[in-house]
């Protein structure tokens, strides 16, 4: 991926059940580096995900904010899975503690998360990636389908590549904008997050 995960602020939230599943037992795959990198253990439990990445954002002084949240874990059609209670529609509300401290956006590269505005028009508002972005008041991608990560045999971090199919981009005020439909709607993570 021709992203620059160490620009800015930005953080990315790991889960270890991303792994390699070609080795025996799964090797867990590392993400790339950025200003803060957090692989959660699967005890971690979604309050206190949510709650370190407000405080992450904050920084020192109180009053900072961070250009992009990535979470890199597996996805379902509504949530991810993550730490002890993944996020989902069940804890969603959590991302109000986000609420003033993300600059550009929260980015999901996880599989299917974006799958229920499928089933619906692009209009179509009460979807797990347009709640988030209620919450939080930010930009929120999510992606529609399966997304194929790979990795470099004795590095092992995670390359997202470009993104497989149709990416959702919603805004705070309920907005949604339909990405990666055609070749002249790709998605550029640079003009999202920094705009």
């Known amino acids: 991926m021709a992203f620059n995960f160490m620009r800015g602020r930005q953080m990315i939230i790991h889960d270890p059940r991303l792994n390699n599943p070609k080795t025996s037992p799964p090797t867990p795959l590392r993400p790339p580096a950025a200003m803060n990198v957090w692989t959660v253990t699967t005890g971690d439990k979604a309050e206190h995900i949510i709650g370190w990445a407000a405080e992450v954002a904050k920084g020192k002084s109180g009053t900072d904010k961070l250009d992009a949240l990535h979470f890199m874990a597996h996805g379902s059609i509504g949530g991810i ?16 503690k986000l609420n003033g401290y993300i600059k550009g956006a929260i980015i999901f590269f996880s599989c299917q998360v974006g799958g229920e505005q499928a089933n619906h028009s692009a209009s179509y508002a009460l979807t797990f990636g347009s709640a988030v972005a209620a919450y939080a008041q930010c930009k929120v991608l999510t992606c ?3 997304q194929i990560y790979s990795w470099t045999p004795g590095v092992n971090i995670i390359d997202f590549g470009e993104f497989e199919n149709v990416v ?13 439909y055609n070749d002249k709607s790709t998605v550029d993570l640079n003009t999202i997050i920094f705009g």
Not at 81 to 93: E, H, T
Not at 168 to 180: F, Q
């Open 81 to 96: 899975q993550i730490g002890n209670d993944g996020l989902s529609w069940k804890n969603v509300d959590l991302f109000k």
């Open 168 to 180: 959702y981009v919603y805004t705070p005020k309920g907005d949604s904008k339909m990405l990666n």
């Open 144 to 146: 529609k389908v399966n």
